[in-house]
């Protein structure tokens, strides 16, 4: 495929390839001289209208190790400011030729839309509340690094699933490899979407503990909340309902802790938790760099090695 929108076209083939070749790169990550030049002769632009750490950097990390030109752009300090359209913006960087755009966005469907407007690849760093398919490859990978095969695992994602673009891509993506998923967080903070994709649905954090093999905690995305309005459940209630203690895990002693990140401590999870060692949060991001070394190899043309 030319683009990487999201997860719901590909096959669960599909996906343990990509998986399968980042276990390449992820290997290379770990010699003295973590480089391969694969990307020698590209431009990609990283597009950002909307904060991040992991994504950003990852991608420019991945960029970088494979020898591309990387030119990054942030809406703080560039035109966008004057009120240049992102139709505009972006046939204006295609129009410095370019290969490849990661793209993040505060909208749904902004990936799905410069596809329209330019010839380069779009990979969708992002966008508003709708998917966020290299973190979901990112999740996957780094399960398959506890448990190779998913097949009927147990995996539960904790949070504010009505907000959150990571959730939707990785129930796609878990379902496709066979896994079991539940979601539990507070009814207010529960679509219906989540049912009609396949997944589970719990209020009940306990019953969700004891069930899962793996947990992803999500934050409260408050930056998503409509203006004006009170959150329902509180920070506070939100914690003592849905938030992952030390109890927790001496309760039940076998499930592993995710989290996409940026993480709450003292929200979604206490902060002993998100270092305890039965934590996986820093090798998601370690594996979030091999991830997008195969993505972007993968679509520029590479075949697996
Ligand atoms: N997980 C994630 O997307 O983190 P950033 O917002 O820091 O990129």
């Given amino acids: 495929q030319k683009h990487l929108l999201g997860l719901a076209h590909y096959s669960g083939d599909d996906i343990q390839y990509i998986l399968d070749q980042a276990q390449y790169f992820r290997e290379i990550l770990d010699r003295p001289v973590p480089k391969v030049p694969t990307l020698r002769d590209k431009t990609i632009v990283n597009l950002f209208y909307e904060n991040s750490t992991r994504t950003r950097l990852s991608f420019e990390l991945a960029q970088k190790r494979m020898g591309a030109d990387v030119v990054n752009f942030s809406t703080g300090s560039s035109s966008v400011k004057k009120g240049e359209s992102l139709k505009d913006t972006i046939r204006n960087i295609s129009s410095m030729k370019i290969d490849m755009v990661v793209v993040r966005h505060e909208s749904p469907g902004v990936p799905h839309f410069l596809t329209r407007c330019v010839d380069a690849a779009i990979i969708n760093a992002g966008d ?4 966020h398919p290299t973190q979901a490859l990112l999740d996957l ?19 504010d699933i009505a907000h959150s673009r990571v959730v939707r891509s990785n129930i796609i993506g878990l379902l496709k490899l066979g896994a079991e998923v539940a979601v539990c967080g507070p009814k207010t903070m529960m679509p219906a979407y989540v049912d009609e994709l396949g997944a589970n649905v719990s209020y009940d954090l306990d019953e969700t503990l004891a069930w899962c093999d793996i947990a992803m905690a999500l934050r409260i995305q408050l930056e998503r909340q409509e203006d004006g309005t009170e959150l329902f459940p509180s920070i506070r209630e939100y914690h003592q309902m ?20 940026p993480v709450n401590r003292g929200v979604e999870m ?24 195969a993505i972007l190899y993968l679509l520029s043309g590479g075949t697996r090695v």
Avoid at 270 to 293: C, K, P, W, Y
């Fill in 128 to 131: 508003g509340a709708h998917e």
């Fill in 141 to 159: 990978f780094s399960m398959q690094q506890v448990y190779p095969d998913l097949s009927g695992r147990h995996i539960a994602i904790i949070g």
């Fill in 242 to 261: 849905f938030g992952i203690t030390m109890e927790h895990l001496e309760k039940y002693p076998d499930f592993t802790i995710m989290h996409p990140g």
């Fill in 270 to 293: 206490e902060s002993a938790v998100a270092d305890h060692e039965r934590s996986i949060i820093l090798s998601q991001v370690t594996n979030g760099v091999a991830v997008r070394m």
